[in-house]
């Protein structure tokens, strides 16, 4: 047993040192500097019941400071004032081009098949595909555009900061970061060929335009629930630079309105946070779970004590790292991690059941 207590210290310390890492290299966007050229970019967005959010992220796009753009919506089926809202943005900026969305095709799923239809549409140097419920600042496309040529990138992708309201949310969403960034140093995307250390985020992925066109790579993920991590593990497959970052204050999202969306969010996706495999992931939150009480009973109350100030700065790098409140985090710990259990548990349930209903369609049918 004392082997295993070694096993169990040497995981934490190895997450805290990875929390560590991210947290001390800044991984945001620098700011902008004089681009080589101006790129003419195209933003895709699609969109499926989005009126609550199409019409914000419409105005701020025509608020960029940068004007070598095209902006193309793809209405996906929406049954709300999506398709209004965007029609009404077309006739204050030209830009903003509407595309309506058929009937999904056998083999899709609904925002692979969007974003695939936009890029067929797109005209840009640069493809930039953003969610309908990101929000953008000004400087975001030149910061971007400045990163992506200075690396000579492929693929950009970064994580919005999460704007978390209900108590629901911040008893959820902090948990993407907490995995994410105490397993995976994030500057070993750009820095090493290894495609295990992937991670992407589809609510921002800016694509060099003639590679996408080259690969159409959400034509290749196309059944693919997790299509931003398997794109990016294609690209680096075939040794393609590319590079994930934090957002800051000039990209943020509210991810989900609720404990409800957001447990159902995360739920189609969890298993893909640990390489796709339900043993690794099953066995990461039982580790978690039990390692505290494991390391008390057998070897004492100072490894327990020892452990759970390991927690607690994991806890603190991340959420300084990803610009989220340190006290509410730690306050919270447990019914997060609760709450990370049942994420587990309802993917399990949900893959055993192959149903989960995600804005109307069932995206675990065979």
Same mark, same amino acid.
């Given at each position: ?13 190895? %997450? ?25 970019? @195209?933003?895709?967005?699609?969109? %499926? ?17 940068? @004007? ?20 009404? %943005? ?10 309506? =969305? ?21 005209? =840009? ?5 953003? /969610? ?33 309201? @209900? ?34 985020? =589809? ?43 934090? $957002?800051?204050? /000039? ?6 309105? $609720?404990? /409800? ?21 099953? @066995?990461? $939150? ?23 100030? $390991? ?56």
């Amino acid at each position: 047993m004392i082997y295993c207590c070694y096993f169990l210290m040497g995981l934490l310390i190895i %997450r805290l040192l990875v929390a560590l890492v991210n947290y001390l290299s800044f991984a945001y966007l620098p700011k902008a500097t004089p681009l080589a050229a101006a790129p003419f970019i @195209s933003i895709l967005i699609p969109a %499926r019941d989005e009126e609550e959010n199409i019409g914000t992220l419409l105005e701020q796009l025509s608020r960029l400071e940068y @004007s070598a753009l095209e902006i193309i919506v793809y209405n996906d089926n929406s049954t709300d004032k999506t398709e209004d809202i965007i029609k009404e %943005r077309k006739v204050i900026n030209p830009n903003i081009k509407l595309i309506n =969305g058929g009937v999904l095709p056998n083999g899709w799923l609904g925002k692979n098949h969007a974003c695939h239809q936009l890029s067929k549409a797109a005209t =840009g140097d640069v493809l930039l595909f953003l /969610d309908a419920d990101v929000s953008v600042k000004k400087d975001l496309i030149k910061r971007s555009i400045s990163h992506f040529q200075k690396y000579e990138l492929h693929l950009l992708s970064i994580f919005p900061k999460q704007i978390m309201k @209900s108590f629901g949310e911040k008893v959820s969403v902090p948990l993407m970061n907490w995995i994410l960034l105490s397993l995976l140093p994030l500057f070993l995307i750009r820095n090493s060929k290894n495609k295990a250390f992937s991670a992407a985020n =589809g609510q921002f992925m800016m694509f060099k335009a003639v590679t996408y066109k080259d690969m159409w790579p959400h034509e290749k993920c196309k059944a693919h629930r997790v299509e931003d991590i398997a794109i990016i593990k294609l690209f680096k497959q075939k040794g393609l630079a590319c590079d994930t970052l934090l $957002g800051d204050t /000039d990209i943020s999202c509210r991810m989900y309105d $609720g404990l /409800d969306t957001a447990v159902e969010g995360f739920t189609k996706n969890i298993f893909q946070f640990f390489g796709n495999s339900m043993l690794i992931t099953i @066995s990461f $939150g039982i580790i978690t779970t039990i390692a505290p009480f494991v390391l008390y009973f057998n070897m004492g109350v100072w490894w327990f004590t020892a452990y759970i100030a $390991g927690i607690v700065s994991i806890r603190f790098f991340v959420s300084l790292a990803s610009q989220q409140s340190v006290v509410q985090n730690l306050l919270l710990a447990i019914p997060q991690h609760l709450i990370f259990l049942v994420i587990i548990i309802k993917g399990l349930i949900n893959n055993q059941q192959k149903r989960l209903i995600w804005k109307g369609r069932n995206i675990l049918q065979d």
